[in-house]
Nanobody, 124 residues
Framework: QVQLVESGGGLVQAGGSLRLSCAAS????????MGWFRQAPGKEREFVAA????????QYANSVKERFTISRDNAKNTVYLQMYSLKPEDTAVYFCAAARTVVVVSNPALYAYWGQGTQVTVSA
């Protein structure tokens, strides 16, 4: 069992930056692929980024490549999402999730544990 708690969301102007954090508790955080997803009002949850247990393999959605960076600190049981050059279309609730898979994955159905989400709002 893994419990996940996101933080760091807020209101920011377009072009600004935010860093989201996801603190994990429970068993063997370093054994999990960690992912970030987001869901805007009226839309389906979509993949944002994922990182392997070692941090050596990363995957990003095309819409956030070169603007967002995912990282993890296994000693602190925390995964981060650094977001730069934010756009109004990045407005959503952001969720972190944990998957017990060998490779990084973007399919939300493969993630067994989810946080409660943190709101990110980007004003024009």
């Amino acid at each position: 069992q893994v419990q996940l708690v996101e933080s760091g969301g807020g209101l920011v102007q377009a072009g600004g930056s935010l860093r989201l954090s996801c603190a994990a508790s429970g068993r063997s955080f370093s054994n999990y692929v960690m992912g970030w997803f987001r869901q805007a009002p009226g839309k389906e949850r979509e993949f944002v980024a994922a990182i392997s247990w070692s941090g050596g393999s990363l995957q990003y959605a095309n819409s956030v490549k070169e603007r967002f960076t995912i990282s993890r600190d296994n000693a602190k049981n925390t995964v981060y999402l650094q977001m730069y050059s934010l756009k109004p279309e990045d407005t959503a609730v952001y969720f972190c999730a944990a998957a017990r898979t060998v490779v990084v994955v973007s399919n939300p159905a493969l993630y067994a544990y989810w946080g409660q989400g943190t709101q990110v709002t980007v004003s024009a």
